[in-house]
């Protein structure tokens, strides 16, 4: 065998083995990339339509969403007055019912049922729960008071609660997410 014979299969060998070598790095890592892909649980929740076709005036409902509450509110005329008759300047997290709720439906508030002081779950949902003293949510915790637009008014709480990516596909049902 001449030199010449030697160093091609010298090279024919080195390239199998980085191959090998290759395909088994890429076999190895694939399971990890993998996993770091959400769950079909959790592509199943990214979006959630919600019949909201018998939900009375005054009534609030309370739809899961990523895990997360969501409150869904038909306010009253005069839920969106109060929402609506507040000056900014009162409002630690200024922001008007105007730009919390969607443009020729407002009458409906859908906004993310989490304090935004520690987390916890507001009350007001149902009927005859407590409210606090701005008519929306009060979350007993720690006491902060939201009103009928979801905006911080007293309490701990630094942030009005959250508002998620909703449409309204008619005017029975609203997407979430």
Not at 16 to 23: D, P, R
Not at 81 to 106: C, W, Y
Not at 157 to 173: C, G, I, M, Q, T
Request: proline share 6%; charged share 25%; with cysteine.
């Amino acid at each position: 065998m001449s030199s010449e014979d030697a160093k091609t299969r010298r090279d024919f060998i080195v390239l199998t083995a980085s191959a090998v070598a290759g395909v088994g790095a890429v076999s190895a890592t694939w399971p990890l990339i993998d996993s770091l892909n959400p769950a079909a649980d959790v592509l199943a929740m990214a979006t959630v339509e919600v019949d909201i076709s018998s939900i009375e005036l005054g009534q609030a409902i309370t739809v899961k969403w990523r895990g997360k509450p969501v409150f869904i509110r038909r306010r009253t005329e005069k839920e969106i007055f109060m929402a609506r008759n507040v000056p900014i300047s009162d409002l630690p997290d200024p922001q008007t019912d105007e730009e919390r709720i969607k443009k020729g439906h407002e009458e409906w508030l859908v906004v993310v049922g989490i304090c935004t002081h520690l987390g916890c779950v507001p009350q007001g949902q149902r009927a005859g729960s407590t409210r606090g003293e701005y008519g929306g949510w009060f979350c007993p915790c720690h006491g902060s008071h939201y009103d009928t637009a979801g905006r911080i008014r007293k309490g701990p709480a630094p942030k009005n609660l959250y508002l998620p990516e909703y449409s309204f596909l008619n005017k029975n049902v609203i997407r979430i997410g």
